[in-house]
């Protein structure tokens, strides 16, 4: 049974998971001996001593005087095993923060922060990225060898915590970030990405175009770069359109008082600027005068134009995490 619950644990919580029978067991008292059988867990770094009753569970009032006696002879996490569990027993035992995992996938799991129903209903299908966690992607790519929490993130990108760790577990849940426990009390997740190309490859499925709206003005709006196929222009040897592209975020367009150009004959006969309206800050990733590389493939990857996508494999092959 013990076996059942690692290998699920594996595959959805820690591939690194272990779980052993405990050989060091006889300064345990006799009748704690007699009632459990007693494992070693480590998961996500963390060390745990995993009981299974051998004959029927006690109450819970006695449960928490085994797992205190347990813990100040092992100095280690005690977690319950159950083949099943009832509502009310589930419930008492969140109560009294008392941690277990059930064969069927059921955890609770306080000291590291995991309380899930199941497991597989918390691990939620990647289809698209949000707008957060497109930043985040593209942090991690132009920022390979970063490693940080979910505290740092936030701060580097102006996050708040909450909005961070989504980011970060859309990019876990699409296999483009992993993590290794540590920190002072040891329950910090230090987030990593993985290695070129593959995160390119994996990564460009899910990414979106940046550009919500386009409008046109008459005016360069100020901190606005150049974008789209003016700025494709500028990096291979595509035509220019013949008309300025730029690129600046959505919320900033009040702030700038930009004069809007509605008339389509107007539009038609004048080089305006073609304004792009981004769902982020387009100079977040930006050293130069255009947008950054890879968000300029997501707002051009769909176009159905052979000339564009031989420019923007152009542009991106001399980048090292890209590959064709």
Same mark, same amino acid.
């Given at each position: 049974m013990v076996m059942t619950v690692e290998h699920y644990l594996q595959e959805n919580i820690d591939e690194r998971l272990t779980i052993k029978p405990l050989i060091k067991k006889n300064n345990f008292p006799i009748f704690l001996r007699d009632s459990y059988n007693f494992y070693e867990m480590k998961i996500l770094g963390t060390h745990c001593i995993l009981l299974e009753a051998v004959n029927e569970m006690s109450n819970v009032d006695q449960i928490r005087k085994h797992i205190k006696q347990i813990k100040n002879l092992t100095d280690r996490q005690i977690v319950l095993f159950y083949k099943d569990i009832t509502r009310y027993r589930r419930k008492s035992l969140i109560e009294n923060r008392i941690a277990f995992v059930i064969e069927d996938g059921q955890m609770y799991l306080p000291f590291l922060g995991l309380d899930l129903k199941k497991a597989e209903e918390q691990i939620k299908e990647v289809k698209g990225f949000t707008t957060p966690a497109q930043i985040a992607y593209l942090y991690f790519l132009y920022h390979k060898q970063d490693i940080v929490n979910t505290t740092e993130f936030a701060k580097k990108l102006g996050f708040n915590k909450m909005t961070a760790? +989504?980011? *970060? %577990?859309?990019?876990?849940?699409?296999?483009?970030? =992993?993590? &290794?426990?540590?920190? #002072?009390?040891? +329950? !910090?997740?230090?987030?990593?990405?993985? !290695?070129?190309?593959?995160?390119?490859?994996r990564g460009c499925d899910y990414l979106k175009t940046p550009v919500r709206k386009i409008i046109y003005t008459?005016? +360069?709006? *100020?901190?606005?770069? =150049?974008?789209? #196929?003016?700025?494709?222009? &500028?990096? !291979?040897?595509? %035509?220019?359109?013949?008309?300025? @592209?730029m690129a600046i975020e959505r919320s900033k367009l009040n702030e700038e008082?930009? &004069? @809007? @150009?509605? %008339?389509?004959?107007?539009?038609?006969? =004048?080089k305006l600027v073609e304004l792009e309206l981004w769902d982020y800050n387009p100079s977040l990733f930006s050293n130069n005068r255009h947008v950054d590389l890879l968000s300029l493939y997501a707002s051009l990857k769909d176009e159905n134009d052979e000339r564009v996508e031989q420019a923007l494999e152009e542009v991106l092959r001399g980048e090292p995490w890209y590959t064709d």
């Open positions: 760790s +989504r980011a *970060l %577990n859309d990019l876990y849940h699409a296999n483009l970030i =992993t993590f &290794e426990i540590g920190g #002072m009390t040891g +329950r !910090s997740k230090k987030y990593k990405r993985i !290695s070129d190309p593959d995160y390119f490859l008459k005016t +360069r709006p *100020l901190g606005a770069l =150049t974008a789209g #196929m003016d700025a494709l222009s &500028e990096l !291979s040897m595509i %035509n220019p359109p013949g008309h300025p @592209v008082q930009i &004069e @809007v @150009v509605k %008339n389509k004959d107007l539009i038609k006969d =004048t």
